[in-house]
């Protein structure tokens, strides 16, 4: 998480996708975790499917984009390494939103927002920095990446909360209540109908 300063020769960047991948998950769970110390209706089977798709879908979306960038900027990385990079990222964002999640200040989460999510960002762009060639292809591709990552960190923060809540009530309709059976009352007519055949029934005995 801490930058490196070394631009004269690229970076080394770990080959394995192990350790990004249990930093997604970790992100699912605190996501979970943040769903339900909010004031925001909890939906079983919808919340789960909702944190892996944002998590895994800013993981490969923005690792395909910044590849694909890399490639035009003529940057010295795979996608394999993209991924390793982008995910060990994420260890800034769960921490910031743990300590959040449980300690509701705006000051602390800026806080962590600047410090603790922008050494992650730092450490990323550094290694991008020692990779590419050129001043004006740098700035295009650690800027690009700088945004999208500190952008989805107060996005996770302040609008993913209310923007599930809004999927939710558009997928499933909003809260009704539980059905409930009431009893019927059996008419007169009946009791009348079921005195007469017992009579009937009687007297052909």
């Not at 020769?9 to 930093?23: H, N």
């Not at 943040?34 to 998590?55: N, Q």
């Not at 490639?71 to 800034?92: D, E, P």
């Not at 809540?165 to 997928?171: F, H, K, N, Q, R």
Request: proline content about 3%; hydrophobic content about 50%.
């Amino acid at each position: 998480m801490i930058p490196v300063k070394m631009i004269n020769f690229p970076q080394k960047i770990a080959g394995e996708l192990y350790g990004p991948l249990m930093l997604v998950f970790t992100l699912v769970a605190i996501l979970l975790h943040g769903m339900k110390t909010s004031d925001t209706i909890i939906r079983e089977g919808t919340l789960m499917g909702t944190a892996i798709g944002t998590c895994f879908g800013y993981w490969l979306g923005v690792s395909s984009f910044i590849y694909f960038l890399a490639y035009l900027c003529n940057a010295q990385i795979t996608m394999v390494q993209m991924l390793s990079l982008l995910g060990y990222g994420l260890f800034g964002h769960c921490i910031t939103l743990f300590v959040t999640y449980n300690i509701h200040f705006h000051s602390l989460f800026y806080i962590f927002w600047l410090g603790v999510g922008g050494l992650s960002t730092l450490r990323m762009v550094a290694v991008l920095v020692s990779r590419t060639v050129g001043h004006t292809q740098r700035l295009i591709l650690c800027g690009t990446l700088a945004a999208l990552h500190m952008l989805f960190l107060l996005y996770l923060h302040f609008a993913y909360h209310k923007v599930v809540e809004g999927i939710l009530d558009t997928l499933e309709g909003p809260n009704m209540p539980p059905f409930q059976r009431v009893a019927r009352d059996i008419p007169v007519v009946s009791n009348a109908v079921l005195n007469t055949t017992a009579k009937a029934i009687a007297l052909t005995l």
